[in-house]
């Protein structure tokens, strides 16, 4: 079997579920969208549903890739939270049908499709609550990191919502000014 053949019909999967969502995406669908036959894609996927928990998971992970490695590329804590901020919202803006995938679509309606996408909301949180250098409880740093990831994706959802084009390094740099103001207050009266 071929990795690239693999990627395609992951490729395609992606906007046919992002744009109909789980229930109305069929396989024939993927398959006629790559000029294939159906069999060909369960070479590759027993089932619609290990499709769509594949690409959750391959999502969650190219976006918290994407996040981590960006914060890992400075020392310094404030341009750390700013390139993580800066990340996330560049691969928002690249990724939209990924975004969509992961946060908008019926992966809320399925308790394992919500599952998996907890999974990445709290990697994503064990991911960044060590570069959170505040002193607190590692159980306060954790529920910060949630925070962030939080605000990240509310913003993110109201700004694809608005259809607008969005500046990712402008936002990103807002919303670190933001997160670390309120970061860099713990502890002051």
């Given at each position: 079997m071929s990795t690239d053949?693999?990627?395609q019909i992951l490729d395609?999967?992606?906007k046919?579920?992002?744009t109909a969502g789980y229930h109305a995406t069929s396989m024939n669908g993927i398959a006629d969208a790559l000029n294939i036959?159906?069999?060909v894609v369960y070479q590759?996927?027993?089932s619609k549903r290990a499709l769509y928990l594949e690409l959750l998971k391959d999502v969650g992970e190219d976006l918290l890739s994407s996040v981590t490695t960006s914060i890992s590329s400075?020392?310094?804590p404030r341009v750390q939270v700013e390139q993580g901020m800066i990340a996330y919202f560049t691969w928002v803006d690249k990724n939209r049908d990924a975004f969509a995938l992961l946060f908008e679509s019926s992966a809320r309606v399925d308790d394992e499709f919500e599952d998996i996408v907890s999974e990445f909301e709290e990697g994503a949180a064990r991911a960044i609550s060590p570069f959170i250098a505040v002193n607190v409880a590692q159980e306060d740093l954790y529920a910060f990191a949630i925070g962030i990831v939080g605000m990240a994706e509310a913003v993110s959802?109201?700004?694809i919502k608005s259809g607008k084009p969005f500046q990712p390094e402008s936002?990103?740099?807002s919303l670190a000014v933001m997160a670390w103001g309120g970061l860099r207050s713990i502890g002051q009266h």
């Open positions: 053949r693999r990627r395609v999967a992606l046919a579920f992002s036959t159906k069999p590759y996927f027993d400075s020392g310094e959802r109201q700004v936002l990103g740099r």
